[in-house]
């Protein structure tokens, strides 16, 4: 006896069926264990930046922090008010630092980076008038995480 057209069409749809229902549970119990990992996730603290010498170029310094399973990268900064702000690293060789511009930095998964005068910083290029206490709003872009934004404190140079 033959086995009639329906029947046959619905065997034949129930093997991938079955394939996508348990590869979906695979993937369900894999992602809900952890394994799957968690995105980057950018957070920021101790945000600062030096009071300029009248109409100079200062520096910001901000600790940025990843608590996710993946590396992220820092790769524009910018301060609305100012003219320009850049990355930038202080280079020494032959006993002669100088600055050098970088195109990004790495935010290491479940680690940090810590932004200072004489590593990484963020050079701003014709500030705005600014007063110890002051906050200035800076706005980072990341690979993976986004914007963040992020407000700075105006300190004294050699604080904090």
């Known amino acids: 006896?033959?086995?009639?057209?329906?029947?046959?069409?619905?065997?034949?749809?129930?093997?991938?069926?079955?394939?996508?229902?348990?590869?979906?549970?695979?993937?369900?119990?894999?992602?809900?264990?952890?394994?799957?990992?968690?995105?980057?996730?950018?957070?920021?603290?101790?945000?600062?930046?030096?009071?300029?010498?009248?109409?100079?170029?200062?520096?910001?310094?901000?600790?940025?922090?990843?608590?996710?399973?993946?590396?992220?990268?820092l790769l524009d900064v910018e301060v609305p008010s100012a003219y320009r702000a850049m990355l930038s690293r202080t280079v020494t060789r032959n006993a002669v630092s100088h600055m050098e511009m970088v195109s990004a930095a790495t935010v290491p998964a479940h680690g940090s980076l810590s932004m200072s005068p004489r590593q990484l910083d963020i050079m701003i290029s014709r500030p705005p008038r600014l007063r110890l206490g002051d906050r200035l709003p800076l706005v980072l872009t990341f690979a993976r995480s986004g914007v963040l934004r992020v407000t700075a404190e105006v300190v004294r140079p050699g604080t904090g």
């Open 1 to 73: 006896m033959r086995t009639p057209e329906p029947l046959r069409a619905l065997r034949a749809a129930l093997v991938p069926l079955a394939a996508c229902a348990l590869t979906l549970a695979g993937l369900g119990a894999w992602t809900a264990s952890g394994a799957a990992g968690r995105p980057a996730r950018i957070t920021a603290s101790d945000a600062r930046v030096l009071l300029p010498f009248g109409t100079d170029d200062t520096a910001a310094f901000v600790r940025l922090r990843n608590d996710g399973d993946e590396d992220d990268r």
